[in-house]
């Protein structure tokens, strides 16, 4: 069982800048694979990065490409999404994941664990 906590959510105004954290419990962090999913109002949850259980093979959506970054650190049991150049199109609800085994996934039902998501505004 892995509980997820994520924060660091807020208001933040476009090209500006944010750093959303998931905290894990449970002692096998380290072999889950993790991403980060948004869902906008009236919109569909979608993928927007994922990171191996190592952390050595990340994968981003198009989207965000160059602008978002995935990281890791399994001693704290923490995943990161460092969130830059926001746009108002990135204003959504971000919810983190967990994923047993090795690889990269994209797509939501290969995910075990969810957290209960933190809201991310931006204004234009």
């Known amino acids: 069982q892995v509980q997820l906590v994520e924060s660091g959510g807020g208001l933040v105004q476009a090209g500006g800048s944010l750093r959303l954290s998931c905290a894990a419990s449970?002692?096998?962090?380290?072999?889950?694979?993790m991403g980060w999913f948004r869902q906008a109002p009236g919109k569909e949850r979608e993928f927007v990065a994922a990171?191996?259980?190592?952390?050595?093979?990340?994968y981003y959506a198009d989207p965000v490409k160059g602008r978002f970054a995935i990281s890791r650190e399994n001693a704290k049991n923490t995943v990161y999404l460092q969130m830059s150049n926001l746009e108002p199109e990135d204003t959504a609800v971000y919810y983190c994941?967990?994923?047993?085994?090795?690889?990269?996934?994209?797509?939501?039902?290969?995910?075990?664990?969810w957290g209960q998501g933190t809201q991310v505004t931006v204004s234009s």
């Open positions: 449970g002692r096998t962090f380290s072999r889950y694979a």
């Open positions: 990171i191996s259980w190592s952390g050595a093979n990340t």
């Open positions: 994941a967990a994923a047993y085994g090795s690889g990269v996934f994209t797509k939501s039902p290969m995910y075990d664990y």
